[in-house]
Nanobody
Framework: QVQLVESGGGLVQAGGSLRLSCAVS????????MGWFRQAPGKEREFVAG????????RYTDSVKGRFTISRDNAKNTVYLQMNSLKPEDTAVYYC??????????????????WGQGTQVTVSS
């Protein structure tokens, strides 16, 4: 059974930083590509960032490029999302997800096989 557990969300002022973590158990971690998605109230879930299985390839949605960084530590079975220069429009529930195709960084939620429970990020103006 694969489990994903996010942590690190919270309340921060605009311009501040947070680091989200997602611990994964159940299979060899490097056999997954990993992604972060977010969902704001009344909006659809959207792709934020993705990283392939060996960490050599990353992808970001345009609105977070230059502010967010995705990384992974395969020895710790953990993926991270460092979020800097946060804006009120970044407020959402953030989800990590695992894709059984480790070579890709898909932006499509249906490509991901396992999901965490989500962690709330709130950015005040």
């Amino acid at each position: 059974q694969v489990q994903l557990v996010e942590s690190g969300g919270g309340l921060v002022q605009a311009g501040g930083s947070l680091r989200l973590s997602c611990a994964v158990s159940g299979r060899t971690f490097s056999s997954y590509a990993m992604g972060w998605f977010r969902q704001a109230p009344g909006k659809e879930r959207e792709f934020v960032a993705g990283i392939n299985g060996n960490g050599g390839k990353t992808r970001y949605t345009d609105s977070v490029k230059g502010r967010f960084t995705i990384s992974r530590d395969n020895a710790k079975n953990t993926v991270y999302l460092q979020m800097n220069s946060l804006k009120p429009e970044d407020t959402a529930v953030y989800y990590c997800a695992a894709d059984l195709a480790p070579w890709r960084t898909s932006v499509t939620s249906r490509d991901y096989n396992y999901w965490g429970q989500g962690t709330q990020v709130t950015v005040s103006s």
